[in-house]
Antibody, heavy 121, light 108 residues
Framework: EVQLVQSGAEVKKPGESLKISCKGS????????IGWVRQMPGKGLEWMGI????????RYSPSFQGQVTISADKSISTAYLQWNSLKASDTAMYYC??????????????WGQGTLVSVSS | QSVLTQPPSASGTPGQRVTISCSGS????????VNWYQQLPGTAPKLLIY???QRPSGVPDRFSGSKSGTSASLAISGLQSEDEADYYC?????????FGGGTKLTVL
């Protein structure tokens, strides 16, 4: 069974750094793209970026380029989303999701449970 | 303002057929396939339609998708109370994905 398990909720202060994780299991981790999606409170879905763990090829939405870093560690089947300096506006639910197939384009079909990030002074 | 335009709300009665539209441009819907996601309250999104008109295994055939030019539609026939949710369209645009703003479907 394909599963994506995300790290737990975080409460941080503005200016702090943060790295949240998404561990895949039940499939070949290096063969499928994994994407990250943001959902701010009461708002819609926003696509942040996607990574191919096989060769670490990463694509970012222009809205998030330079604001976050997406990475992966093949050895532990885990993808990451990282901030160097959080802002209050980063408060949101963050979802990771795996592609449906190994072929391009990747449609996100298996979703993690979400990680709630709260940033407040 | 989302790149893909959806109506903010839609409604229907049980058994009815409803459609949700998604309008884009030549750089996204016009040149790529469309995916549709359903998000029930408090849950992660679920892929309903991929490649504009394909259903993943387990998605009822009451859900169907279509695309024409720079627009796409999601149709739900035989509306059921459990279909009350937010629906989002998505498409690749250059090297990234853009979502619609979402449509809240109410089953009256």
């Amino acid at each position: 069974e394909v599963q994506l398990v995300q790290s737990g909720a975080e409460v941080k202060k503005p200016g702090e750094s943060l790295k949240i994780s998404c561990k895949g299991s039940g499939y070949s981790f290096t063969s499928y793209w994994i994407g990250w999606v943001r959902q701010m409170p009461g708002k819609g879905l926003e696509w942040m970026g996607i990574i191919y763990p096989g060769d670490y090829d990463t694509r970012y939405s222009p809205s998030f380029q330079g604001q976050v870093t997406i990475s992966a560690d093949k050895s532990i089947s885990t993808a990451y989303l990282q901030w160097n300096s959080l802002k209050a506006s980063d408060t949101a639910m963050y979802y990771c999701a795996r592609a449906r197939s190994i072929w391009w384009p990747p449609e996100l079909i298996y979703w993690g449970q979400g990680t709630l990030v709260s940033v407040s002074s | 303002q989302s790149v893909l335009t959806q109506p903010p709300s839609a409604s229907g009665t049980p058994g009815q057929r409803v459609t949700i539209s998604c309008s884009g441009s030549s750089s996204n819907i016009g040149s790529n396939t469309v995916n549709w996601y359903q998000q029930l309250p408090g849950t992660a999104p679920k892929l309903l339609i991929y490649s504009s008109n394909q259903r993943p295994s387990g998605v009822p055939d009451r859900f169907s998708g279509s695309k024409s030019g720079t627009s796409a539609s999601l149709a739900i026939s035989g509306l059921q109370s459990e279909d009350e949710a937010d629906y989002y369209c998505a498409a690749w645009d250059d090297s990234h994905v853009v979502f619609g703003g979402g449509t809240k479907l109410t089953v009256l």
